[in-house]
Nanobody, 129 residues
Framework: QVQLVESGGGSVQGGGSLRLSCAAS????????MGWFRQAPGKEREGVAT???????HYADSAKGRFTISKDNAKNTLYLQMDSLKPEDTATYYC???????????????????????WGPGTQVTVSS
């Protein structure tokens, strides 16, 4: 049974940092693509950062230069280091897995949700000004 569990969310002042983690189980983690998505109140869910099974990262423009996605295959854990946080980063952050897909890139869209078939319950991030 595939399971994804996020942790590390919380409240932080603008300019601060948080590190999200996603513990995965129930599938071959190293052979799957992973991603972080977020949804703010009243807005659609959007891709933040994704990573292919070979470690190739992809970022939303809003995340470039501030967020870093990484994974530890030995620990079956995905990370999102978020620095220089802004109030507009406030959202529920979700971890997702494209199980047994080496890449979840869809055409030219590296942040598409199309190939993600498992999702975590989410963790709240609140950034105050």
């Amino acid at each position: 049974q595939v399971q994804l569990v996020e942790s590390g969310g919380g409240s932080v002042q603008g300019g601060g940092s948080l590190r999200l983690s996603c513990a995965a189980s129930g599938y071959t983690y190293s052979r799957s693509c992973m991603g972080w998505f977020r949804q703010a109140p009243g807005k659609e869910r959007e891709g933040v950062a994704t990573i292919d099974s070979d470690g190739s990262p992809h970022y939303a423009d809003s995340a470039k230069g501030r967020f870093t996605i990484s994974k530890d295959n030995a620990k079956n854990t995905l990370y999102l280091q978020m620095d220089s946080l802004k109030p507009e980063d406030t959202a529920t952050y979700y971890c997702a897995a494209g199980v047994y897909r080496t890449s979840c890139v869809s055409g030219y869209n590296a942040l598409s949700e199309l190939w993600y078939n498992y999702w975590g319950p989410g963790t709240q991030v609140t950034v105050s000004s």
